[in-house]
């Protein structure tokens, strides 16, 4: 572990407290120390081996030093070396601490030797010692100081090498411990005491050994210098400057004048006492020097401490005034509120009497005061705005510079009057950025006085951070506005508004989202739907359809499908949906809206069934039109034949006759059913809506084997109603009834029974048949739009809804059930309205009318006779025309007719034109013209019938019709 890592004693780190340079340097010198130590056990062994008494002893007669000792050294170096912290390798410590466990165990061995008085055979392991002296008993054996000092130096390296601040601290004791046991022998060697260093050659420490063993010492002391006594010398405090300064003066300063003054008495130049009094004279003048020099030195120090204290103290003010203002930007939310937080503290640590902060309009060229703190007259108060011209130049805040503004100088304005009112003359402005736009601007002052940089400093440092709260609260505003919008969109919207996991989960719907699937609350659609397709589609595969074209496209738009409710029944839906992707293009989720078009689908569906009943029309209105016309003259020769009272044709015509009114009533059916009638309500019979229905559908039930039953009550009471859109009822009920049919091989039965409620209140029919009945899970769905039983292509699932909303319009109800031996039950019940009351003229209908003469106007050659024969048996003379523009040149003639019946549809000139022709003359035929039509199912002819209000004659005709229209004409 490296010493400036560990901690001190306090338990701080210590890297603060000492110089690291000098650290650095005191590292370098151990390691030159112990390089110098090295070279001289490598010398020292050089020359024993090459038997150089120079290496050995330094001067011929000294001691000699040891290859043991040599060695020693050698070793002790190299454990000083590897310690480095740049062999910091598992094999450098090894061998570190290696070494250093050799020097101790050579030396130890060593003084086990001089305390049993017997050899080991170490002594003369490397070079045989050939010394001779008094004393020469243990040839090459190092001193017993020595080798003291030498167990000492390998314990203290070994110490250095653990990781606990004690042992280091013991490590430079033991090291201090050697150098000063070391200065010892060189003392006597500088003064000349034998002994010092030794009595005999063999005992004596030589001189190199005693100056390698104080260089071993002082490198071991330096090799942490930041840890034990040594962290007292590296310290920056008051006593590490003593102890720098004093230490080495106190060793250096008595060695050098003790030995200058024996030098002095040895060469006679004084004696004891002189030399003895001059000594003391010199060390006490470097005592005072030393001393004085140190005294100054620290009070340089303590007055550079006392300044930096009193800066950290202003420093510490400062950071805690700008952590106020940080809290108070930070807990503020609105832009005034951020401001006058800061203010506060700002005002106090520039210790000036206002601070303001203004909002720059840069468009409108104005200023407006957010927030101030400080003195101020009720002049200007927060929303106070003024010419922007009054901060300076608006250019140079853009660009970050502070401005300076006299007031007193300005232009006299009601503005600066203003300010000057309220005490403001003189005062800096900070400008305020955030992302370079210039927002405001910070000023504070009042009094002409001069900004000192630190105040200008602070205050840009708080404009910054103003500026950038500022634009944040701005920016939380804009934020919160844009998610109050968009919740009130996302809460409000009439579409529903999703968004959705590929799985097939919610996470995300509006309430109208929860309202179209039938459910509570958004929460609950989230939480109850679990698996999309099945639980909100009516077909799953929809689905997979819209997900399959959102991986091969962005987005999908108006994708139509039918979809499931909470309780089970179905809706048409459309929804936009796109795919939500991160970076990578990985798959987030689905967002999209949604909107129910159950009664679109509804209404197209009826226009495709309207066109297709407009197609019908037509093809109905052109058969008919052409079997209209000979059934017309059917009716009127049956009719003429059993007037005629001839004997056997009078039979024959009545049976004519019921065949042709049988077929004319299957047309008027026909027409009836096909035709696009207005709503209408009218004295209707039941029964007789059921008649005719039943006409319609009698020859397909008799194809198909199926057996139809009429139950009709007797005596029903009318209904005000509109009885095409009953028949539509009936039609469907019996055309339902006829299908489920055609599934049951045989008995198949179709009843049809009307009847009165109680107190003639209402009237009801039902339809039952002997199919297989209704499932209980499909009646409670069989009137919702669009749900059919029947095959795809089979129906529309329009039908019985259809009824349910006529029968509702008339304030009935409808109902279904199974019938006991199977079959389903249809019932409708509707209430007896009593129709408005209509004011009528009576006619009398059996009143004669007087031979008149008719113009008969028809392109079909045998209608226009019968029309004629037919009239002419009431005692009528009528004439014939081809077309309307035949009639008009017989009109311009003798002998004008009293009425005039006009076919619609002729060549030339058909029967409007005609008609339109008598009008433009104001003709007094035109009140009596009466038009004879197949066509009344063509909405064009409708209309014109009802502009004219003329009667109107529907072919086939029977010879009563013709006399009640002609009565009508008459008036």
């Known amino acids: 572990m490296r010493g400036s890592d560990l901690p001190n004693r306090k338990g701080g780190s210590s890297i603060s407290a000492f110089h690291p340079l000098l650290k650095r340097r005191l590292s370098a010198v151990s390691r030159l120390l112990a390089l110098a130590v090295g070279l001289t056990g490598v010398l020292v062994l050089v020359g024993w081996a090459s038997d150089i008494t120079g290496l050995k002893s330094v001067l011929p007669g000294l001691a000699t030093m040891k290859p043991n000792t040599a060695a020693a050294f050698l070793l002790a170096s190299l454990s000083v070396v590897l310690q480095d912290h740049r062999f910091s390798g598992r094999l450098s410590c090894g061998v570190a601490r290696a070494s250093a466990v050799a020097v101790g165990l050579v030396a130890g061995l060593t003084l086990f030797e001089y305390l049993v008085g017997w050899s080991t055979g170490i002594d003369e392991i490397l070079f045989h010692d050939s010394g001779s002296g008094p004393h020469s008993v243990y040839p090459g054996r190092m001193s017993p100081a020595t080798a003291l000092s030498f167990v000492v130096a390998s314990l203290a390296l070994l110490l250095q090498m653990s990781v606990m601040p ?43 050994t005693a100056a390698a063993l104080v260089l071993l010492g002082i490198a071991i002391l330096l090799m942490r210098p930041d840890v034990g006594p040594m962290r007292i010398v590296m310290a920056r405090s008051a006593g590490g400057q003593v102890a720098r300064r004093l230490v080495p003066a106190g060793v250096l300063t008595p060695l050098i004048l003790g030995w200058l003054r024996w030098k002095g008495e040895e060469a006679g130049f004084y004696g004891t006492s002189f030399g003895l009094a001059l000594m003391v004279f010199s060390c006490t003048v470097v005592l005072v020097v030393l001393v004085w020099t140190t005294a100054a030195l620290l009070h340089g120090s303590d007055i550079r401490r006392q300044g930096a204290t009193a800066s950290l103290a202003t420093a510490t003010e400062r950071l805690r005034i700008l952590h106020e203002i940080d809290r108070a930007i930070i807990a503020a939310k609105a832009p005034a509120a951020i401001a006058e937080g800061a203010l506060r503290a700002l005002r106090e640590l520039l210790g000036v009497p206002r601070v303001i902060v203004n909002l720059f309009d840069l468009e409108a ?14 002049y200007l108060e927060p929303g106070f705005r003024y010419p922007l011209s009054l901060l300076g130049d608006v250019a140079a805040l853009r660009r970050g ?20 009112e309220s005490g403001v003359r003189w005062f800096m402005v900070v400008p305020m950025i955030a992302d370079g736009e210039l927002l405001g601007g910070l000023s504070f002052g009042g009094e002409p006085a001069e900004f000192p940089p630190e105040h200008v400093v602070i ?17 939380r505003e804009r934020v919160t506005v844009a998610e109050q919008q968009y919740r009130g969109i ?7 508004i999703f968004r959705t996991t590929r799985d097939g989960r919610f996470l995300l719907v509006n309430p109208a989202m929860a309202r179209i699937y039938g459910y509570a609350s958004p929460g609950e659609m989230t939480t109850l739907v679990t698996n999309i397709p099945e639980q909100t589609y009516a077909n799953p595969e929809d689905r997979h359809e819209l997900l399959r074209l959102l991986d091969r496209q962005p987005v999908v738009s108006r994708f139509e499908s039918r979809a499931r409710r909470k309780d089970g029944s179905e809706i048409w839906v459309s929804q936009s949906l796109r795919a939500i992707r991160d970076e990578a293009g990985g798959l987030l989720h689905y967002e999209g809206n949604l909107e129910e078009i159950t009664e679109r689908k509804r209404a197209e569906e009826g226009l495709r069934q309207s066109e297709k009943l407009a197609a019908l029309s037509s093809l109905v209105a052109g058969v008919a039109h052409e079997l209209n016309n000979p059934l017309a003259v059917i009716l009127g020769h049956s009719t003429l034949l059993i007037q005629s009272h001839a004997p056997g044709l009078e039979e024959r015509g009545k049976k004519i006759l019921n065949a042709a009114e049988r077929c004319a009533r299957l047309v008027k059916n026909f027409l009836a059913l096909a035709r696009q009638h207005p709503p209408e309500r009218q004295q209707v019979s039941l029964n007789e809506v059921v008649r005719e229905t039943v006409e319609l559908v009698a020859y397909g039930l008799r194809v198909d084997g199926v057996v139809l039953a009429l139950n009709l009550a007797s005596e029903l009471p009318p209904l005000w109603a509109d009885p095409h859109q009953l028949q539509q009822v009936v039609l469907n009920l019996l055309t339902n009834a006829h299908h489920a049919l055609r599934a049951k091989p045989s008995e198949r039965h179709i009843t049809v029974r009307t009847w009165s409620g109680p107190g003639g209140r209402t009237i009801g029919f039902s339809v039952a048949d002997s199919g297989h009945g209704i499932p209980s899970a499909v009646r409670n769905r069989l009137f919702e739009p669009f749900f059919t039983t029947k095959p795809v292509g089979q129906g529309t699932g329009l039908g019985l809804s259809l009824c349910r909303g006529i029968v509702e319009s008339h304030g009935g109800v409808i109902a279904v059930d199974n019938v006991p031996k199977g079959g389903a039950l249809f019932t409708v019940e509707l209430p007896v309205v009593e129709a408005p009351a209509v004011s009528t003229t009576a006619a009398a209908e059996d009143r004669p009318i007087p031979g008149l003469r008719i113009l008969v106007v028809d392109d079909e050659e045998e209608v226009a006779g019968i029309l004629a024969e037919i009239l002419a048996t009431d005692g009528h003379r009528t004439d014939v025309a081809a077309n309307g523009a035949i009639a008009l040149r017989r009109l311009g003639g003798e002998g004008s007719p009293d009425v005039i019946f006009s076919d619609v549809r002729m060549p030339e000139l058909d029967g409007p034109g005609l008609y339109q022709a008598l009008k433009a003359t104001n003709h007094p035929l035109c009140d009596r013209f009466v038009f004879i039509t197949g066509d009344v199912i063509s909405a064009e002819t409708r209309e014109f019938l009802e502009r004219t209000k003329r009667p109107a004659l529907a072919k086939p005709f029977m010879a009563a019709e013709v006399r009640h229209v002609l009565r009508r004409v008459l008036g």
């Open 401 to 420: 510079e502070a401005q300076v503004i006299d007031v007193v100088a300005q232009p006299s304005s009601r503005h600066v009057d203003a300010l000057l």
């Open 166 to 208: 004690r042992c280091l601290v013991a490590a430079q004791v033991l090291a201090l411990m050697i150098g000063l046991t070391s200065l010892l022998p060189l003392l006597g060697y500088l003064y000349g005491v034998p002994e010092m260093y030794g009595v005999f050659l063999y005992a004596s420490v030589a001189l190199h």
């Open 490 to 496: 996302f809460e409000n919207a009439v579409e529903g």
């Open 459 to 475: 205050a840009k440092e708080v404009a910054i951070q103003l500026a950038i709260a500022i634009a944040q609260a701005r920016l």
């Open 365 to 378: 060229g104005e200023a407006e005061w957010l927030a101030a703190v400080g003195r101020r007259r009720s």
